[in-house]
């Protein structure tokens, strides 16, 4: 095994350019699944991910059409008794525009300096072609020490709505011990970085209504509820003096904070100042009890996305609207249920709506947390893998944000995953002038290969 590790290294560092190339070839496809004029380009983008499962010698390579955009499968199970890694991808990517602001063409990949600039170079493109020469550099120096199969899709921009039914009707061909997801990063160049913990997300619409049609404010007022101040009282009451949810039974699911946990988070190289420095707000809001790192990762919350009511153009105009609307999101934490929390909504409205007033709630989307076992083999063998590249033991995170197919993954094929990227928080995903950063993107490939070879040692 040491021997093999040793040529598969040497392997990477005499084809780092080739590597290049690859990475290059696929960024210069617009696959951008959100705009039906890039169709054709997401059917290249998918035949060139398959083109490359296929040279890497994978026994089987099929593009499965879906309702949108194909899923591309893979599998090489040549390693009896060994553990099976389903390794997560996509190939489509967000719109380019506004193009002026970008400082090269975002489908033709320019580097300055040592990054890479391009739409997908690391979102996540960039990741996806460091999985394949991974894998590359194994089966050129004698082979995969493990099964491996590969699930890249081309709607993830999009909210991925064909993958839970591709999952649900392909589960036996599925089928894991674990699952490798690359769509993340790294807290900075030499902070080698593990994500094992998505927040879920609960999103509503709640509208309040009060008169038929807007009334004057100067003959109507007092007389009816205005339905502004009745939703605003409404959203006032979510939340308590300690800064917590208040609907009934919220924390009911939420699993407590263990002192080892904490003890982790603590150690990430990032504090309260950094969040007053990314944000610009003046002071720290939250949940009492909790550093920031808890509350952003561990804990459940609820907030305000919008809220419309009355008149809002220029100058005045003096009514008491008919209705008022808030979009309300909750980032929920593993155990917690979106269906749980909308009920939990209501009852909350129940028991606190006045009677002069109307309300109702629609249930816009949800998506389950999830978590995984930070002392799990897979983990292990990926902390020893990035401690073993960049020099240091790397720390854990729970990301407070939400990779849906994750917890997809959790309740329909029963997996966890193990969430490790190397793009960079400068890298402008999403925005013009998104890059990837080279050297981490290389040892990032050294990274994967050093892991794939710890699950069988």
Same mark, same amino acid.
Request: hydrophobic share 40%; net charge negative; with cysteine.
């Given at each position: 095994?040491?021997?093999?590790?040793?040529?598969? /290294?040497?392997?990477? @560092? %005499?084809?780092?350019?080739?590597?290049?190339?690859?990475?290059?070839? #696929?960024?210069?496809?617009?696959?951008?699944?959100?705009?039906?004029?890039?169709?054709?380009?997401?059917?290249?983008?998918?035949?060139?991910? !398959?083109?490359?499962? @296929? !040279? /890497?010698?994978?026994?089987?390579?099929?593009?499965?059409?879906?309702?949108?955009?194909?899923?591309?499968? +893979?599998?090489?199970?040549?390693?009896?008794?060994?553990? =099976?890694?389903? #390794?997560?991808?996509?190939?489509?990517?967000?719109?380019?525009?506004?193009?002026?602001?970008?400082?090269?063409?975002?489908?033709?990949?320019?580097?300055?300096?040592?990054?890479?600039?391009?739409?997908? %170079?690391?979102?996540?493109?960039?990741?996806?072609? +460091?999985?394949?020469? !991974?894998?590359?550099?194994?089966?050129?120096?004698?082979?995969?020490?493990?099964?491996?199969?590969?699930?890249?899709?081309?709607?993830?921009?999009?909210?991925?709505?064909?993958?839970?039914?591709?999952?649900?009707?392909?589960? $036996? &061909?599925?089928?894991? $011990?674990? +699952?490798? *997801?690359?769509?993340?990063?790294?807290?900075?160049?030499?902070?080698?970085?593990?994500?094992?913990?998505?927040?879920?997300?609960?999103?509503?619409? /709640?509208?309040?209504?009060?008169?038929?049609?807007?009334?004057?404010?100067?003959?109507?007022?007092?007389?009816?509820?205005?339905?502004? #101040?009745?939703?605003?009282? &409404?959203?006032?009451?979510?939340?308590?003096?300690?800064?917590?949810?208040?609907?009934?039974?919220?924390?009911?699911?939420?699993?407590? &904070?263990?002192?080892?946990?904490?003890?982790?988070? !603590?150690?990430?190289?990032?504090?309260?100042?950094?969040?007053?420095?990314?944000?610009?707000?003046?002071?720290?809001?939250?949940?009492?009890?909790?550093?920031?790192?808890? @509350?952003?990762?561990?804990?459940?919350?609820?907030?305000?996305?919008?809220?419309?009511?009355?008149?809002?153009?220029?100058?005045?105009?003096?009514?008491?609207?008919?209705?008022?609307?808030?979009?309300?999101?909750?980032?929920?934490?593993?155990?917690? @249920?979106?269906?749980?929390?909308?009920?939990?909504?209501?009852?909350?409205?129940?028991? *606190? %709506?006045?009677? $002069?007033?109307?309300?109702?709630?629609?249930?816009?989307?949800?998506?389950?947390?999830?978590?995984? $076992?930070?002392?799990?083999?897979?983990?292990?063998?990926?902390?020893?893998?990035?401690? =073993?590249?960049?020099? =240091?033991?790397?720390?854990?995170?729970?990301?407070?944000?939400?990779?849906?197919?994750?917890?997809?993954?959790?309740?329909?094929?029963?997996?966890?995953?193990?969430?490790?990227?190397?793009?960079?928080?400068?890298?402008?995903?999403?925005?013009?002038?998104?890059?990837?950063?080279?050297?981490?993107?290389?040892?990032?490939?050294?990274?994967?290969?050093?892991?794939?070879?710890?699950?069988?040692?």
């Amino acid at each position: 095994m040491n021997n093999q590790r040793e040529q598969a /290294l040497a392997y990477l @560092r %005499a084809h780092r350019d080739a590597f290049r190339r690859a990475l290059g070839e #696929i960024l210069s496809i617009p696959s951008v699944s959100t705009d039906p004029a890039h169709a054709e380009d997401i059917r290249r983008a998918a035949a060139w991910v !398959a083109d490359n499962l @296929r !040279a /890497l010698g994978m026994q089987r390579v099929d593009v499965f059409p879906t309702e949108r955009h194909p899923v591309v499968y +893979a599998e090489w199970l040549g390693a009896p008794g060994a553990p =099976t890694v389903l #390794i997560y991808g996509h190939y489509d990517v967000q719109p380019a525009e506004p193009l002026e602001l970008w400082e090269s063409d975002p489908f033709q990949p320019a580097e300055r300096g040592e990054n890479l600039y391009a739409r997908g %170079a690391s979102d996540m493109k960039g990741q996806v072609v +460091a999985a394949l020469k !991974a894998v590359e550099a194994l089966m050129q120096t004698g082979g995969l020490p493990v099964n491996v199969k590969w699930l890249i899709e081309g709607e993830e921009e999009i909210g991925s709505p064909s993958l839970g039914k591709f999952m649900t009707e392909h589960a $036996d &061909l599925l089928a894991c $011990d674990f +699952a490798l *997801n690359p769509d993340s990063g790294l807290l900075g160049k030499d902070w080698p970085t593990i994500t094992y913990g998505l927040r879920g997300l609960a999103y509503f619409e /709640l509208r309040v209504h009060g008169p038929a049609h807007d009334l004057h404010s100067g003959l109507y007022g007092g007389v009816v509820h205005n339905p502004a #101040i009745a939703l605003a009282e &409404l959203i006032a009451g979510m939340h308590d003096d300690q800064g917590r949810v208040a609907l009934p039974g919220f924390y009911d699911r939420v699993r407590p &904070l263990s002192d080892e946990e904490r003890a982790e988070m !603590a150690r990430l190289p990032v504090a309260d100042q950094h969040y007053l420095e990314q944000t610009g707000a003046p002071a720290l809001y939250g949940e009492a009890g909790y550093t920031a790192n808890e @509350r952003v990762g561990a804990r459940p919350t609820l907030d305000v996305n919008g809220l419309l009511s009355g008149f809002t153009g220029p100058g005045s105009k003096t009514v008491i609207p008919a209705w008022a609307m808030a979009k309300i999101s909750c980032r929920l934490v593993p155990d917690q @249920r979106p269906e749980e929390v909308h009920q939990q909504l209501l009852r909350y409205l129940e028991e *606190n %709506a006045p009677a $002069d007033i109307r309300w109702e709630v629609t249930s816009m989307h949800g998506a389950a947390a999830s978590i995984s $076992d930070r002392h799990s083999p897979a983990i292990r063998a990926m902390e020893r893998a990035l401690e =073993t590249v960049w020099g =240091t033991r790397p720390f854990f995170r729970r990301e407070g944000g939400s990779i849906p197919v994750v917890g997809q993954m959790q309740t329909i094929l029963g997996v966890e995953s193990v969430i490790c990227g190397f793009g960079l928080p400068d890298d402008n995903v999403h925005a013009p002038n998104e890059k990837q950063h080279l050297p981490t993107w290389y040892r990032g490939i050294e990274a994967l290969t050093h892991f794939l070879l710890n699950l069988k040692s």
